[in-house]
């Protein structure tokens, strides 16, 4: 795995307090770089099924997680792609940036 993807997973499980993300299972694919897990246990590195995939370019991604891109605006310009429960991706949002 990246060294992005690492940050990714860290700082999302500071961000969720240790808590985990209960709304179900999500993976983000980084672009050539690997992808990430969150779920109710947290986030984490791997690449397993999920009820919602989002795929950017690790750029994209570090934007979203820094606050300097929104992720509506990423879907709508076509900068992240959403596969599957288009309203968990709605509810990721909060966790995003």
Known sequence: MSDL???AVAMLNARLGG?????GRAKFVFRGE???MLDAAGA???DEEADVTLSASPETFRALFEGDLNPTAAFMTGRLSVDGN????????????
């Not at 288009?86 to 949002?93: E, I, N």
């Open 34 to 36: 690997g992808a990430m």
């Open 19 to 23: 808590k985990g993300w209960p709304d």
């Open 5 to 7: 993807v690492n940050e």
């Open 44 to 46: 984490r590195t791997g």
């Open 86 to 97: 288009m309203g968990l991706a709605l509810r990721l949002s909060s966790v995003l940036g």
